[in-house]
């Protein structure tokens, strides 16, 4: 019932404040930013347990961990809830600058089924993540001195233990990590009393306590002594699991001064592995990109000056010359193509992916979706897109109109519920598995039932309303008449033909985020941040240069073939990606990640297909509208009778 009501409020907010969609600055966040002064007590969170292996996230108590005498959940926004993030408190609590050693949490003796939980989730590779003031906890992994760039990098979270085999043994052995040596790290502020955190670091292990006596709440490790600060050497064999074996949960503490200051303190997290090779891959790309797009635009530039030459003089000179090339389908080349009303949805749609998009790269070339604010991302996203349907519906009816046609209101109601609805029964259906699984990253049906008054209250009026404002326009005049009669098409030689022309469209376009793709399916399925958006701007763009370039010049090819019927198929052929898009993401799936359970599987390739499906859209809608653009131009340039 608290978690129905929570996310009703949530949704509550949502629809009347925008609530959710606030943007702080990269680092900042004010349920738990702190400026400690000695002695103050700083309270650990935990977050969900995660593994690349099953990509199913679960809650943190659903296994026997130490528990608080109250379990509270933080505040989350929508984007947290999507991703899966369950933020709850913990029984670690630290005094500023006092460091403590050898603390117990709890002491659990584990039966048959708390026993095969731990196994379970160190089988599957799972990962403890724990926040302190917004920071995740990492566990430095230093590279070998003997490289000359040697420096220290971060894995997110720990393992929950580890397997390990010992000759002799008839099967492995389970270790848990139930002591934990934590590491904080603080800027000192010269001007005031307090000090700021900047690092957040453990170094996990696995130690069979022991003691003397009878177990009681002032029990004494004979394994950890506080005064050495050390584990005791020589007496600390590793915990195993068994069953009524028990397992005491320790930590130490201590807190070191840094040089780092509060406003870079997420600049260390940020480094991903072969930074160098990533920015020169990237730099090569574009240069490529670039080189081939001015290419692409000098060709066509020449060719369309001299036909548009070459066409005005022989209007001037004999005005019984027989017309040939692309001028001789003036009377078809705006006919109405089939299934209209389905290419008018899809360009509203695109245009309002196009918006969502771009506008979230702005915010977060501003800082404003860092990392460090939790489900920012995603929460922006999903508003920007019920926010931007009101250009997408204004472009549906723009369009629609143009085609001479008069009943905006349907083709209005097909934008704004099509493409989402796709989109919904799909991640439905993938939830449904999730849910299956008993996994925390299933969406509870309290945040499903906000994402449907988004969609119905705010998104679909909103389609509604940039549908009648563009309707209300008035329509796009072609340049030229349409027949009445429609040409026939001559036949065409098999490099011209539809399938060929489609699925070659698409190999550039994909070309131009090859490289920034395999860090973004990096950061989604291998759980690392993505932090390059200015980088990731650059290749946006250039990716909806090249889909109009692209597209222009096999349009004006078939135009040149005589085949007027180029409206699916500038669609098509920068959307194609999408298919490309799809056998990449089969390629890394065999060859990066290590995804063994069919559910698993199943929920890859399903929010695949999503990404790729929405990939389709974006470089559809892109190079429809610059072979729309290009069409009007060069027939507007030519004199017809």
Not at 16 to 28: E, K, M, N, Q, W
Not at 402 to 426: A, Q, R, Y
Request: net charge neutral; glycine share 6%; proline share 4%.
């Amino acid at each position: 019932m608290a978690d129905t009501t929570h996310h009703l409020r949530i949704c509550v907010f949502l629809l009347l404040s925008i609530h959710g969609c606030s943007f702080y600055l990269p680092g900042v966040a004010p349920q738990d930013f702190y400026k400690a002064s000695n002695g103050d007590i700083l309270k650990v969170k935990v977050n969900k347990l995660s593994s690349t292996k099953t990509q199913l996230p679960y809650l943190y108590y659903s296994i026997p961990y130490c528990r608080p005498q109250q379990i509270v959940d933080s505040a989350e926004n929508l984007g947290e809830v999507l991703r899966g993030d369950r933020i709850e408190n913990s029984p670690y609590e630290f005094k500023m600058r006092v460091p403590r050693m050898c603390n117990i949490v709890c002491r659990i003796i584990p039966n048959e089924r708390t026993s095969r939980e731990f196994k379970e989730k160190i089988d599957d590779e799972y990962q403890v993540n724990m926040i302190l003031d917004n920071l995740p906890l990492v566990v430095p992994i230093t590279k070998s001195e003997q490289e000359q760039d040697s420096h220290v990098q971060y894995h997110h979270g720990y393992f929950v233990g580890h397997k390990v085999w010992y000759a002799g043994m008839k099967e492995d052995k389970y270790l848990i990590n139930n002591h934990l040596t934590f590491t904080v790290k603080f800027h000192k502020d010269p001007e005031f009393e307090y000090a700021r955190i900047v690092g957040f670091e453990v170094k996990p292990f696995s130690v069979k306590h022991q003691y003397d006596g009878e177990w009681s709440d002032d029990t004494r490790l004979t394994t950890c002594d506080p005064h050495a600060k050390k584990l005791v050497a020589g007496v600390d064999p590793p915990q195993e699991i068994e069953d009524k074996n028990e397992i005491i949960f320790t930590y130490d503490v201590e807190f070191q001064e840094s040089d780092v200051k509060w406003a870079s303190r997420w600049d260390t997290y940020l480094l991903m592995p072969d930074d160098q090779i990533h920015w020169f891959s990237i730099v090569n790309s574009l240069m490529i990109v670039l080189f081939l797009s001015g290419m692409v635009a000098m060709i066509m530039l020449r060719t369309l000056y001299r036909d548009i030459s070459n066409y005005n003089k022989q209007e001037e000179e004999s005005k019984f010359e027989q017309e040939t090339g692309w001028k001789l389908l003036h009377g078809d080349v705006f006919r109405p193509p089939v299934n209209s009303d389905l290419l008018c949805v899809y360009v509203g749609t695109g245009v309002q992916f196009s918006g969502m998009i771009l506008a979230a790269m702005i915010f977060a070339l501003l800082g404003f979706l860092s990392p460090s604010n939790r489900g920012g991302l995603m929460t922006a996203l999903l508003l920007l897109w019920v926010l931007m349907a009101v250009f997408g519906g204004y472009a549906t009816t723009r369009l629609y109109k143009s085609l001479k046609k008069s009943n905006w209101k349907t083709i209005t109601l097909k934008t704004g519920v099509m493409f989402p609805g796709i989109i919904f029964v799909m991640f439905f259906i993938l939830n449904a598995l999730i849910w299956g699984e008993k996994s925390s990253g299933a969406v509870p049906f309290s945040t499903m039932f906000a994402l449907v008054l988004l969609w119905f209250c705010i998104s679909v009026p909103l389609v509604f309303a940039g549908g009648y404002i563009g309707f209300r326009k008035p329509a796009i005049e072609n340049p030229v008449k349409t027949n009445k009669i429609p040409r026939q098409i001559p036949e065409q030689p098999w490099y011209m033909r539809s399938a060929f022309s489609i699925l070659i469209g698409g190999v550039l376009p994909f070309g131009a985020v090859f490289i920034e793709l395999f860090f973004i399916l990096t950061s989604i399925w291998l759980h690392q941040f993505y932090y390059i958006f200015g980088f990731l701007f650059i290749v946006l763009i250039i990716l909806l240069v090249t889909c109009a370039e692209v597209t222009i010049v096999l349009c004006y090819f078939q135009l040149c073939s005589e085949d007027y019927e180029w409206w699916w198929r500038s669609y098509l052929t920068s959307g194609s990606s999408g298919i490309y898009l799809f056998i990449y993401s089969i390629m890394y799936f065999f060859t990066k990640l290590n995804i063994t359970k069919g559910v698993s599987g199943i929920l890859y390739f399903g929010y695949m297909l999503i990404a790729s499906y929405c990939f389709f859209v974006l470089t559809g809608t892109i190079g429809f509208v610059a072979c729309f653009w290009f069409t009007r131009v060069i027939y507007s340039s030519v004199k017809i009778d």
